[in-house]
């Protein structure tokens, strides 16, 4: 089945104006276009654009996402530079995962503390409370 752009715009959330900065960066090799110049998409492309919006949204630059689509059209000359490049990013997205949990731990403290603080009505209270001073020291064991 054939998309026009404004229908897959509306099927992924992504504007025109974004679906024709993929193409022109190199992104949507794979875009047919109809006799009339339009772009016609298929669903193989919304599976591409997917895949694009995946590793965008996990923090790989544009110009690496065309990386692996220019050593995808190779064919499987580049199978492990692809393995590669996914395991890389797999380990950045696992560092990022870990610093992710280690401010989400600060964050839930703080909103322990806020809320222990609005309970007794003193900041200065609910920061010598048992629990407060024992989950403190799990997040900030330095202090």
Not at 10 to 37: C, D, I, N
Not at 43 to 51: A, E, K, N, T
Not at 89 to 97: A, D, I, P, R, V
């Amino acid at each position: 089945m054939g998309y026009s752009i404004g229908q897959v715009a509306k099927k992924t959330g992504l504007t025109a104006h974004t679906l024709r900065y993929y193409e022109k960066e190199g992104l949507l090799p794979f875009v047919k276009k109809s006799g009339s110049g339009l772009r016609v998409f298929t669903d193989v492309d919304l599976d591409w654009l997917s895949m694009i919006e995946c590793l965008k949204e996990t923090g790989m630059p544009l110009k690496g996402i065309k990386q692996y689509i220019d050593w995808f059209l190779e064919g499987d000359s580049t199978l492990e530079k692809r393995l590669e490049m996914f395991k890389q990013h797999q380990k950045n997205l696992e560092t990022e995962m870990q610093k992710l949990k280690k401010h989400m731990a600060r964050i839930s403290y703080k909103i322990k503390l806020y809320e222990k603080a609005v309970e007794t009505g003193s900041l200065e209270k609910a920061q010598t409370d048992a629990e407060i001073i024992k989950e403190r020291q799990k997040i900030f064991p330095e202090k």
